[in-house]
C-alpha cells in the first residue's frame, strides 16, 4: 500500500498518564504503530506483538507502540477509559508504548488515508515521523512479508 509522507503530529497519553506529542514520542529508528478504533480490535494489535517481539531481538532501533484513537465524544471519560486500560495491563512496558488519542479521529484517519475503521492500521514509521510502510488488520504471512521487505530496505539504507 502507498504511504503517505508523515505520521500526523497529534497529542497523546501514555497510559501511565505522560502526555506526549506524536510522532515525537517514537523513539525508535523504526517504529511500528498500530493504530486501534475499537476495544474488539485488542486482538489484531496484540497478534502483531509475537512478530515484533522476534524482530527486536535482532533489530535495536526498533520500537513497537499501541495507538487507540478514541472519538472527541469519548474524551470526558478519558481517566475511566485509560484507566480501565491500565489496570487490565499493569506491565509497566505496555502502558509506555500504548499511547490514547482522543479527540477529532480524522486527525489521525486523513493524514494517514485510512477509509476504513473496522480493523486496525498499522504503519512503520522511521525517526523522523516518516511512514515508509502501512497496512491494515491483524499480523498474517502475507502482511509480514511485506513489512520484513520494507524493514530490510530501511536498515540497509541506515548502513
Not at 500500500?1 to 497523546?12: E, G, H, L, N, Q
Not at 501514555?14 to 506526549?20: H, M, T, Y
Not at 504471512?141 to 524493514?151: Q, W, Y
Given at each position: 500500500?502507498?504511504?503517505?509522507?508523515?505520521?500526523?503530529?497529534?497529542?497523546?497519553r501514555?497510559?501511565?498518564?505522560?502526555?506526549?506529542d506524536?510522532?515525537?514520542a517514537?523513539?525508535?529508528?523504526?517504529?511500528?504503530?498500530?493504530?486501534?478504533?475499537?476495544?474488539?480490535?485488542?486482538?489484531?494489535?496484540?497478534?502483531?506483538?509475537?512478530?515484533?517481539?522476534?524482530?527486536a531481538?535482532?533489530?535495536?532501533?526498533?520500537?513497537?507502540?499501541?495507538?487507540?484513537t478514541?472519538?472527541r465524544?469519548?474524551?470526558?471519560f478519558?481517566?475511566?477509559?485509560?484507566?480501565?486500560?491500565?489496570?487490565a495491563?499493569?506491565?509497566p512496558?505496555?502502558?509506555r508504548?500504548?499511547?490514547t488519542?482522543?479527540?477529532?479521529?480524522?486527525?489521525?484517519?486523513?493524514?494517514?488515508?485510512?477509509t476504513?475503521?473496522?480493523?486496525?492500521?498499522?504503519?512503520?514509521v522511521?525517526?523522523?515521523?516518516?511512514?515508509?510502510?502501512?497496512?491494515?488488520?491483524?499480523?498474517t504471512?502475507?502482511?509480514?512479508?511485506?513489512?520484513?521487505?520494507?524493514?530490510t530496505t530501511?536498515r540497509?539504507?541506515?548502513?
Open positions: 500500500m502507498t504511504a503517505p509522507r508523515s505520521f500526523p503530529a497529534v497529542p497523546a501514555d497510559l501511565e498518564g505522560l502526555d506526549v506524536l510522532p515525537d517514537f523513539t525508535g529508528a523504526r517504529n511500528l504503530v498500530a493504530v486501534a478504533f475499537r476495544r474488539e480490535q485488542q486482538r489484531e494489535v496484540d497478534s502483531w506483538v509475537p512478530w515484533f517481539e522476534r524482530e531481538t535482532s533489530d535495536p532501533g526498533l520500537r513497537f507502540y499501541e495507538v487507540p478514541i472519538g465524544w469519548w474524551a470526558p478519558r481517566p475511566l477509559i485509560d484507566g480501565g486500560m491500565a489496570a495491563i499493569r506491565d512496558v505496555v502502558l508504548r500504548t499511547l488519542v482522543y479527540g477529532d479521529v480524522g486527525r489521525v484517519t486523513g493524514p494517514l488515508d485510512i476504513d475503521r473496522s480493523s486496525i492500521a498499522v504503519c512503520l522511521d525517526g523522523s515521523g516518516r511512514v515508509h510502510w502501512r497496512g491494515s488488520g491483524g499480523c504471512i502475507e502482511t509480514a512479508a511485506a513489512l520484513d521487505a520494507v524493514l530501511m540497509d539504507a541506515d548502513g
